[in-house]
């Protein structure tokens, strides 16, 4: 599996997101800790996903014609 990011180097930092959640910004020393950093991100955005998931449920109505 691959996750698309952006970064930028900002003073001794690179800054960046994963595409899928650009919200959610972190940052490394170098590209190495920046990419384990949005790995972490990934993890989290998961395990809540998984958690919403067993809360929220969907139903239909029907409406009269």
């Known amino acids: 599996m691959e996750l698309e990011y952006t970064y930028w180097q900002d003073g001794d930092f690179f800054v960046g997101f994963?595409?899928?959640?650009?919200?959610?910004?972190?940052?490394?020393?170098?590209?190495?800790?920046?990419?384990?950093?949005?790995?972490?991100?990934?993890?989290?955005?998961?395990?809540?996903?998984e958690h919403l998931a067993a809360i929220r449920k969907t139903g239909k109505i029907r409406i009269p014609a």
């Open 18 to 49: 994963l595409n899928d959640y650009p919200r959610d910004s972190t940052q490394g020393l170098s590209i190495n800790e920046l990419e384990e950093a949005l790995i972490e991100v990934y993890g989290i955005r998961q395990e809540e996903k």
